[in-house]
């Protein structure tokens, strides 16, 4: 029995109430962090007593840390060895790294406004990349058939003399480019600034000749460009009398074209539609004889509408790389049968070709030899159609699918566009929208149009510290005479050292295939055609870069090195 309290005297100081009682804080065992985890991941219970529960809005690191609480190492990783196994709050730097708060930019820019940041190869935020280039230079670089949808021209020599040029300089050089006159450039320009000529040339090599004209809409690239005309004013979509007064007014364009490059008078030109591009090229050119057309991409339907209309043409792309898998098995099988892997085979069998999906006509006479024609089940014959034509709808919209029309040929294929109705998109933004015809010389129609160039200054961070880099950026569609005729004024300007980043339109890069085998004596008289005698001996030569385009140009030393 209790002994009874005093008066005035409580026992209290000795047993305080639980609500005045400090809760004792217990370390949580490190031996077991799964144990930790589930305590933690368990509901705290209910009551005065009971800890805040966490913000679930709040973020993981934001947590406030208890000073006195020693740090805990990064939890290992799994088993398995896999990082990506272990939570994500979890994983830190590894051992000896270190975390870069602030990490200065590779390039600092100047204080104008048209400044821009050019990084080295090695980051991985560049626009361009920067290829490494061959290092077997030579004094001219392969003709490129492609059409560049932006040049970047870059030195360490200022690009001043291409700014602001004099209304009398504009005037000389489209006086030049109309008149086709050749422009003698020394091998180096002291100052190019005041060099008139110069300028003169600098212009007459941005000029072109496009139909229709359309100021409000970008006619070029027309593959793909469907969100770039979204939303401009159409006015002849829903109007049929006007798509055929387009429609008659670019017939007369186009053959105009084609009229000047069978006599010689306009080196080559582009169809561009919705669907697919077409270049024509003069007799002489990329080291055929005869006039010549490629259309990239095509499709089956557009394959048979051709051969329909009695056009004749060819898939060289296909074809070379029939003969290439053709070689390839000949020297395997020659390598199988002299290292004895056949002991056991005849060499007549040794050398009969593979069996392949051409020579399949249908027959199964061969299951009638077996005496199972009856339980096995023939396919029909839509199937064998669709099974032999398997490996041709494959190539549609890629670049194997391209088509080259040689000689004569080409002039049915002028009527065979002129006529054919899916050469203009019929719904979308480019409905009732004739081609783009691009060409480097006048013609009936055409509309001359200046490509747009403009100075960059910025710069680039070098081991020893930093080095002014000059920049000339050229937009539009850069024809392929364009680009050498640049390179041309280039040289002597930058006095023999600058680099071009070349941005292709990517399904002309197609046209570099080489129409035919090399033919002798392909000499033939192109002197009006309007271009440049060097521009025109490169655009002499067979092509070489197969499917691929330049992708970098540099001249160094007056010697050019590149990469496709």
Same mark, same amino acid.
């Given at each position: ?43 705290? %219970? ?34 398995? +060895? ?10 830190? !730097?590894?051992? +000896? ?16 406004? &048209? ?10 935020? &560049? ?14 670089? !392969? ?34 480019? @109309? ?11 002291? =100052? ?25 809409? !970008? ?46 008078? @306009? ?41 329909? =209309?009695?056009? =004749? ?18 020297? &395997? ?19 009969? %070709? ?44 890629? %670049? ?90 280039? +040289? ?36 009006? @055609? ?11 030569? @067979? ?22």
């Amino acid at each position: 029995m209790a002994a009874p309290a005093e008066p005035g005297h409580s026992p209290g100081f000795k047993k305080p109430p639980a609500l005045l009682r400090l809760k004792r804080k217990r370390p949580v065992r490190r031996s077991d962090p799964s144990a930790a985890a589930e305590a933690a991941a368990a509901p705290a %219970p209910r009551g005065s007593g009971a800890a805040r529960r966490r913000n679930p809005f709040s973020s993981l690191d934001n947590a406030p840390r208890r000073a006195a609480a020693a740090p805990q190492p990064p939890a290992a990783a799994p088993a398995g +060895g896999d990082p990506s196994a272990v939570p994500f709050w979890q994983v830190g !730097p590894s051992p +000896g790294s270190r975390i870069l708060r602030s990490q200065p930019s590779a390039i600092a820019l100047s204080s104008q406004p &048209s400044a821009i940041a050019l990084s080295p190869p090695a980051d991985l935020h &560049s626009p361009l990349a920067v290829p490494k280039a061959p290092s077997s230079p030579r004094q001219e670089f !392969p003709a490129d058939w492609s059409i560049k949808t932006r040049v970047l021209f870059m030195s360490s020599q200022p690009f001043t003399w291409a700014e602001h040029l004099k209304g009398q300089e504009e005037a000389q050089g489209v006086a030049q480019h @109309c008149r086709a006159a050749e422009t003698s450039l020394p091998r180096s320009v002291q =100052e190019p600034r005041l060099c008139t000529e110069l300028r003169c040339a600098f212009q007459q090599s941005l000029l072109y000749w496009l139909h229709p004209s359309l100021p409000w809409l !970008p006619l070029f690239p027309r593959l793909g460009a469907d969100r770039s005309m979204a939303g401009k004013a159409c006015p002849w979509a829903q109007d049929e009398a006007l798509q055929q007064v387009l429609m008659s007014d670019w017939s007369v364009s186009f053959t105009s074209l084609y009229q000047l490059l069978r006599a010689r008078l @306009c080196p080559y030109f582009y169809v561009c539609s919705a669907q697919f591009s077409v270049l024509f090229r003069a007799a002489g050119l990329a080291g055929s004889a005869e006039p010549t057309a490629a259309i990239a991409p095509t499709t089956r339907g557009l394959r048979h509408a051709m051969c329909t =209309e009695g056009i =004749e043409f060819s898939l060289p792309l296909l074809e070379e790389s029939g003969a290439r898998k053709q070689k390839n098995s000949e020297e &395997s099988l020659e390598t199988e049968t002299a290292e004895g892997i056949r002991a056991g085979s005849s060499v007549e069998d040794a050398g009969e %070709p593979a069996p392949s999906d051409d020579d399949d006509d249908g027959s199964f006479s061969w299951l009638e030899e077996m005496g199972v024609q009856d339980k096995v089940k023939k396919p029909d014959t839509i199937s064998i159609q669709l099974r032999k034509e398997k490996h041709e709808v494959q190539v549609d919209h890629r %670049p194997e699918s391209l088509v080259l029309v040689r000689g004569s040929h080409t002039f049915r294929l002028l009527n065979f566009l002129i006529s054919c109705r899916s050469l203009v998109a019929v719904a979308g933004p480019q409905a009732g929208l004739p081609p783009t015809l691009l060409s480097p010389v006048p013609f009936r129609g055409g509309t001359l149009h200046t490509l747009k160039a403009r100075t960059v200054s910025g710069r680039a961070r070098v081991p020893g510290g930093f080095e002014d880099v000059f920049s000339l950026e050229v937009l539009g569609p850069v024809l392929p005479h364009a680009l050498h005729a640049l390179t041309l004024v280039l +040289g002597p300007a930058q006095r023999g050292s600058f680099r071009a980043l070349l941005s292709p339109h990517e399904p002309s890069a197609a046209f570099n295939t080489r129409p035919g085998p090399p033919q002798e004596d392909v000499q033939q008289d192109l002197p009006a @055609c309007g271009l440049h005698p060097k521009t025109l001996d490169q655009l002499r030569q @067979c092509p070489t870069l197969g499917k691929s385009s330049l992708r970098l140009l540099e001249m160094k030393d007056y010697s050019y090195t590149w990469k496709a």
